[in-house]
Antibody, heavy 120, light 107 residues
Framework: EVQLVQSGAEVKKPGESLKISCKASGFSFTNDWIAWVRQMPGRGLEWMGIIYPGDSDTRYSPSFQGQVSISADKSINTAYLQWSSLKASDTAMYYC?????????????WGQGTLVTVSS | IQLTQSPSFLSASVGDRVTITCRASQDIRNYLAWYQQKPGKAPKLLIFATSALQSGVPSRFSGSGSGTEFTLTISSLQPEDFATYYCQHLNSYTLCSFGQGTKLEIK
């Protein structure tokens, strides 16, 4: 069974760093892509970026380039989304999603989401 | 490439046929997917490659279009279909943008 299990909710202060995770199982982690999607409160979906854990090829949306870092550890089938200095505007739900080798098949599997709250 | 959905809000009744449109700012061939999202839940893939029905999705959902204009149709609304729907450009190389969403509400 394909599963993406994300780390738990986080409450942080502005300026703090954070790394959230997405643990994959039930498929070949090194042959598929893992994307990250942001959803701010009451708002729509925003594509942040994507990583191919097989060789760590990573692409970012221009809106998120330099704001976050996406990485993966293929030894433990886990992808990460990281901030070095959080802002209040980073408060959102963050989802990871699996994309298969063929891009046209879309994102059929999603994590349950990680809620990040940034507040002083 | 930007995706613009219309309408942003749609009010309909159980049994209605509804259509949501997604327009792309450039030709994206058939590289389009549709998702359904209910409050507090992750999005669910309904349609990929413009018109292919994801496994397990009821056949009342269908997708069509090509190039810059795409549609999602629900042939006969069921109570569980009231949700927000998003289109997504599927891109190998860079930004895979989403439309702004269409909230489907009960009339």
């Amino acid at each position: 069974e394909v599963q993406l299990v994300q780390s738990g909710a986080e409450v942080k202060k502005p300026g703090e760093s954070l790394k959230i995770s997405c643990k994959a199982s039930g498929f070949s982690f090194t042959n598929d892509w893992i994307a990250w999607v942001r959803q701010m409160p009451g708002r729509g979906l925003e594509w942040m970026g994507i990583i191919y854990p097989g060789d760590s090829d990573t692409r970012y949306s221009p809106s998120f380039q330099g704001q976050v870092s996406i990485s993966a550890d293929k030894s433990i089938n886990t992808a990460y989304l990281q901030w070095s200095s959080l802002k209040a505007s980073d408060t959102a739900m963050y989802y990871c999603a699996r994309r298969g080798p063929d891009v046209v098949t879309g994102y059929a599997f999603w994590g349950q989401g990680t809620l990040v709250t940034v507040s002083s | 490439i930007q995706l613009t959905q219309s309408p942003s809000f749609l009010s309909a009744s159980v049994g209605d046929r509804v259509t949501i449109t997604c327009r792309a700012s450039q030709d994206i061939r058939n590289y389009l997917a549709w998702y359904q999202q209910k409050p507090g839940k992750a999005p669910k893939l309904l349609i990929f490659a413009t018109s292919a029905l994801q496994s397990g999705v009821p056949s009342r959902f269908s997708g069509s279009g090509s190039g810059t204009e795409f549609t999602l149709t629900i042939s006969s609304l069921q109570p569980e279909d009231f949700a927000t729907y998003y289109c997504q450009h599927l891109n190998s190389y860079t930004l895979c943008s989403f439309g702004q969403g269409t909230k489907l509400e009960i009339k």
